[in-house]
């Protein structure tokens, strides 16, 4: 946001709080000189959340045998998600009521002491309650950023944004594993937790002045201060709550896990339809619709990732590591599709991007499990996960250009919590699903991101990948209602 001299001033009213400026008031671009300490500090900051999650699931296995919790093992990454899912709640209305500041700081600030706690636990049982803490400062941060977004870069500059935030995932998901590999091997698996809190400082340093000066206070400074609404914090103990009972009787294929499940759902469905918007579950045209895209994109195209890897090693011999390769080129395919959105010429073709970007998706999926034959070449998989991650860059950074697009400044917060909600609920309940499915079929246990499948059947995997198909063929039809009338 260009700073208005005193004699402009008198000329040119004052932008109000959460209204971006105008193009012609922009200096260069989201690194040119108005936007630059902003955008490297709120990128370094997804950069860092980036590596994290890609760093701590290398050497989650070793410090859950090492503290004796292979049996809790699941709990240390639902613990994390649960948590998030209430804190995007609580971030939306926090940032709508006083602005993205303090909720972002607040978020880094509980993300590294949960780091922290969990690198020095020495019980599973702390170690999951770090992981919660982190999950906490996690879910403000993720939406509090999307406010900053939406208050600090104009509609022209957001696609841009958007592009760098997915290519700040491309080094993590190639070096993240690699480097905390190494040290967990050299130094311990503590250090992947403990040292990475040290880097919080430089991302901090850089965003929150800029924040301050460009995106700080409530949306409009001269109408009623938003009050937080006790409803909406009551409906994300129940999402959150609701979410944690499902993925914990997905993990149980027991009769007696049907209690939880059916509690959770209980818990589950009134927040779902209380906190994202009215329609959403029916693809109403419009803003419903750009948040349930997102749900489907995310958790068809995740659920079926996490069984990649355990398919090429179980079915074709591969290495573990020879495995995760194979899905590497995806992290720069997806960034590639973020920046092809980004292009202004592109603007008016958005949601034709987004419907084909959906397809890619449904194809790579669909196209995945065609290796259970074995005349087929493995390089198969790499070459399809390319095109699917290519679909999900325009996808998920169009998801969000739309969403700011049509939120008013002083609804910025919450909608962007109903988009992280969709995705966040939608990866674990599709993940239940496909899980419990692998598991009815042969394909043995699977609990959260640890597996087993020895002698797992080759229509396990099958009954996995083209479910989640058809589910992105669906997403495809909801991006043909991404216009409002």
């Known amino acids: 946001m260009t700073v208005l001299e005193p004699r402009d001033a008198e000329v040119t009213p004052p932008l109000p709080a959460g209204v971006a400026p105008s193009d012609d008031g922009e200096q260069g671009g989201v690194l040119g000189r108005t936007h630059r300490a902003l955008s490297v500090g709120i990128v370094s900051v997804v950069l860092l959340i980036a590596f994290e999650a890609t760093a701590v699931g290398t050497a989650m296995p070793v410090a859950a045998h090492e503290l004796h919790g292979i049996e809790l093992y699941a709990f240390a990454f639902s613990a994390y998600f649960t948590t998030s899912l209430f804190a995007m709640v609580l971030s939306?209305?926090?940032?709508?009521?006083?602005?993205?500041?303090?909720?972002?700081a607040t978020g880094m600030a509980a993300f590294g002491a949960g780091l922290l706690l969990?690198?020095?636990?020495?019980?599973?049982?702390?170690f999951i309650v770090g992981r919660a803490v982190q999950g906490l400062g996690g879910g403000l941060v993720?939406?509090?950023?999307?406010?900053?977004v939406g208050r600090a870069y104009s509609e022209r500059l957001r696609p841009a944004i958007m592009a760098a935030f997915a290519a700040s995932w491309v080094i993590p998901s190639v070096v993240g594993p690699l480097a905390s590999g190494t040290v967990t091997e050299h130094l311990g698996w503590r250090w992947v937790f403990v040292g990475i809190p040290a880097l919080v400082v430089f991302p901090l340093a850089l965003a929150l002045p800029a924040i301050r000066r460009m995106a700080s206070g409530p949306a409009d400074p001269a109408g009623p201060r938003p009050v937080f609404d006790g409803r909406r914090i009551r409906l994300a103990l129940g999402i959150s709550t609701g979410a944690g009972l499902l993925q914990y009787a997905g993990q149980d294929l027991r009769w007696l896990s049907l209690v939880p499940a059916a509690a959770g759902a209980a818990l589950l469905v009134p927040a779902v339809l209380g906190l994202l918007p009215p329609g959403t579950y029916r693809a109403a045209r419009g803003l419903p619709s750009v948040v349930l895209l997102r749900g489907i994109a995310a958790g068809s195209f995740i659920a079926a990732e996490s069984f990649v890897p355990l398919m090429l090693?179980?079915?074709?011999?591969?290495?573990?590591?020879?495995?995760?390769?194979?899905?590497?080129?995806?992290?720069?395919?997806?960034?590639?599709?973020?920046?092809?959105?980004?292009r202004p010429r592109l603007e008016p073709h958005r949601e034709r991007l987004m419907l084909t970007g959906m397809a890619l998706v449904a194809a790579s999926i669909a196209a995945a499990p065609s290796v259970l034959i074995p005349e087929v070449p493995v390089w198969i998989v790499g070459v399809a996960w390319a095109f699917g991650c290519f679909g999900m860059g325009m996808v998920i950074a169009s998801t969000s250009v739309l969403l700011l697009k049509l939120s008013a400044p002083e609804e910025a917060g919450a909608n962007s919590a109903a988009l992280q909600i969709s995705d966040g609920l939608s990866n674990v309940l599709l993940l239940a699903i496909g899980g419990a499915a692998f598991a009815a079929l042969g394909g043995g246990s699977v609990a959260g991101h640890g597996v087993s499948a020895a002698g797992s059947h080759p229509a396990a995997f099958a009954a996995v990948f083209l479910p989640m198909a058809a589910v992105a063929l669906v997403g495809a039809w909801v991006g043909t209602r991404l216009g409002e009338r």
């Open 92 to 104: 939306g209305q926090w940032a709508d009521r006083d602005g993205p500041l303090r909720p972002l």
């Open 118 to 126: 969990s690198g020095t636990a020495g019980a599973m049982w702390l």
């Open 142 to 148: 993720i939406v509090a950023l999307y406010v900053v």
């Open 313 to 342: 090693v179980t079915q074709r011999g591969l290495s573990p590591t020879m495995a995760g390769l194979s899905l590497a080129v995806g992290g720069a395919t997806w960034a590639l599709g973020s920046y092809v959105q980004s």
